[in-house]
């Protein structure tokens, strides 16, 4: 079975669609056959000929274009909801893609009321690979406070700024395209094993934040926003802020996560999303739709 997945900015830029399209092919291989058709390859239809499957993950006329073409060669078209609820998914489901695949369960009952009759909507959440991403034995000698996110509005990573500025015995390391810190996703696992706890409050049409699975992987509790998505992933393993544009209530909150201990119940909520245990789920999809 051959799988392709329609990735413009892969190998270019390393975000949420890309590093998840790369994860997928690692883990699914040797089972299934992922190829990542990146650049203006991904619009080369006679090649989409070679695959059985074919999903396209930059959204709109990429999803449009798609969509027309496999009805006429006759391949299923997959869309997985990176975008998370809002026009650009609104548009994926209304181009009736045999598949929606939700990360969450929240979004799914979202995208029930956009779509058409013939789109069959299910859920497999994003997964980490928790061999890569794990605990360390280790003292805190400071309070690391890590935020990963992107320079981009959404992120709000100026939240988590403007919070810390409160918590002079808080230390702020923002990793991210854009920000003050980038390191490659290989080094990713020693980024969040030298901080002590994690907040990330993006707004709410964030479809997931594949970061909270890797920051519980290495154990760090986690401060967010206070929202279903959220709730669902992070379960116990955080502390969830009603209004994090209040400066005082997500300095708080981080406070409070500082000085907590929380066992190693982030871990125990990563492990839920396993590759290990996730996998067999995207297996299930693709020989379904054979």
Same mark, same amino acid.
């Given at each position: 079975m051959k799988v392709a997945i329609l990735s413009f900015h892969s190998g270019a830029i390393n975000r949420g669609a890309e590093t998840w399209a790369h994860n997928l092919k690692i883990h699914l291989s040797p089972e299934i056959d992922v190829e990542i058709v990146v650049g203006w390859f991904t619009y080369n239809f006679l090649h989409w000929f070679n695959f059985d499957i074919i999903i396209p993950t930059n959204g709109r006329l990429q999803v449009?274009?798609? %969509? @027309?073409?496999?009805?006429?060669?006759?391949?299923? !078209?997959?869309?997985?909801?990176?975008?998370?609820?809002? =026009?650009?998914?609104?548009?994926? @489901?209304?181009?009736?893609?045999?598949?929606? &695949?939700?990360?969450?369960?929240?979004?799914?009952?979202? =995208?029930?009321?956009?779509?058409?009759?013939?789109?069959?909507?299910?859920?497999?959440?994003? #997964?980490?690979?928790?061999?890569?991403?794990?605990? &360390?034995? /280790? %003292?805190?000698? *400071? *309070?690391?406070? !890590?935020?990963? =996110?992107?320079?981009? $509005? *959404?992120? %709000?990573?100026? @939240?988590? %700024? *403007? #919070?810390? /500025?409160? @918590?002079?015995? #808080? +230390? !702020?390391?923002?990793?991210?395209?854009?920000?003050?810190?980038?390191?490659?996703?290989?080094?990713? $696992? +020693?980024?969040?094993?030298?901080?002590?706890?994690f907040c990330f409050v993006p707004w709410k049409r964030e479809a997931f934040g594949l970061v909270f699975l890797e920051a519980m992987a290495c154990n760090l509790p986690i401060i967010t926003i206070d929202d279903p998505v959220r709730r669902e992933i992070v379960g116990d393993a955080g502390i969830f802020v009603d209004h994090p544009e209040d400066p005082a209530e997500l300095a708080s909150a981080i406070k409070k996560a500082l000085n907590r201990d929380g066992g190693d119940l982030p871990w125990k909520q990563a492990e839920k999303f396993s590759w290990s245990t996730i996998t067999s789920s995207y297996i299930s999809l693709f020989k379904s739709l054979i």
């Open positions: 449009l274009l798609a %969509r @027309l073409v496999t009805w006429g060669i006759q391949k299923p !078209l997959v869309v997985f909801g990176h975008s998370g609820p809002g =026009a650009d998914d609104k548009w994926n @489901l209304w181009c009736s893609p045999d598949v929606f &695949v939700a990360f969450s369960n929240y979004q799914a009952e979202w =995208a029930k009321k956009f779509k058409l009759p013939r789109t069959k909507i299910i859920v497999i959440p994003h #997964a980490v690979d928790t061999k890569l991403f794990k605990p &360390v034995d /280790k %003292r805190f000698k *400071n *309070n690391v406070v !890590l935020c990963v =996110a992107a320079n981009h $509005p *959404n992120k %709000r990573v100026d @939240l988590v %700024r *403007n #919070a810390v /500025k409160l @918590l002079p015995q #808080a +230390e !702020l390391v923002v990793v991210g395209s854009g920000q003050e810190v980038q390191v490659s996703f290989e080094k990713m $696992p +020693e980024v969040y094993q030298q901080a002590k706890v």
